[in-house]
């Protein structure tokens, strides 16, 4: 069956601009995170959603930072003036259940965002 | 909070060879631990994961690791490496909060393999 996809694969922006990133999960999975990916941080948590509703918002970086999700389905990312210290590869990953921290999470191939 | 460490940025092996990764946990409750595997510009791959079932834990591609709480350790393992298994390797741990599952990853390792 499709995995999750995100897109775009790659998005070149100039500093000060906004961008959007996209993530459709796995269809059927209820829980969706964003995670970002960076040489000087590692792989880090941003945001998780269940359903549409957001609980956990701790690893957002700034208020420039912000996610949404409608449908329970699809999710945007969304990155206001964008500074070059939010380059990064952003994963998008879903599971099916958050019954138990054991749930297997599932990543798409990541946005690539280069900021200029 | 809960942490992870992963020994060794670089691992390279020959072909053939054992493969062992090393990744060491902090939690102050009952972890699930899980390692990840990275191909270059691909998302992550789940490998295996720990969920308090068995302290061995088999994964796929031959991959193993096995649980030790006294050690505090998830150390994962191949019998003979494969070059097709030269990856960025993650490990990661996950604490029930009651509210998320949010995944806490080690700094991972690259495992080169040689002929």
């Given amino acids: ?116 | 909070a809960q942490s992870v460490t992963q020994l060794g940025s670089h691992v390279s092996v020959s072909e053939g060879a054992l493969v062992l990764l090393r990744c060491n946990y902090s939690s102050s409750v009952p972890p699930y631990l899980f390692w990840y595997v990275q191909y270059p510009n691909q998302g992550l791959q789940l490998l295996l994961k720990y969920t308090s079932a068995a302290t061995l834990v088999k994964g796929i591609n031959g991959f193993e690791a096995e649980f030790k709480k006294s050690e505090t350790s998830f150390h994962l393992t191949k019998p003979s490496a494969h070059m097709s298994d030269a990856a960025e390797y993650f490990c990661a741990v996950s604490v029930n909060t009651g509210t998320a599952s949010k995944l806490t990853f080690g700094t991972g390792t690259r495992l080169q393999v040689t002929l």
Avoid at chain 1, 17 to 24: A, Y
Avoid at chain 1, 42 to 48: A, K, M
Avoid at chain 1, 82 to 103: F, I, K, N, P, R
């Fill in chain 1, 1 to 116: 069956g499709a995995g999750v996809s995100q897109s775009p694969s790659n998005k070149v922006t100039e500093k000060g601009k906004d961008v959007e990133l996209r993530c459709d999960p796995i269809s059927g999975h209820t829980a969706l995170y964003w995670y970002r990916q960076s040489l000087g941080q590692g792989l880090e948590f941003l945001i998780y959603f269940q359903g549409n509703s957001a609980p956990d918002k701790s690893g957002l970086p700034s208020d420039r930072f912000s996610a949404e999700r409608t449908g329970g389905s699809v999710s945007t990312l969304t990155i206001q003036r964008t500074q070059q210290e939010d380059s990064a590869v952003y994963l998008c990953a879903s599971s099916y259940t958050t019954s138990g921290s054991s749930d297997t999470q599932y990543f798409g191939p990541g946005t690539r965002l280069t900021v200029l």
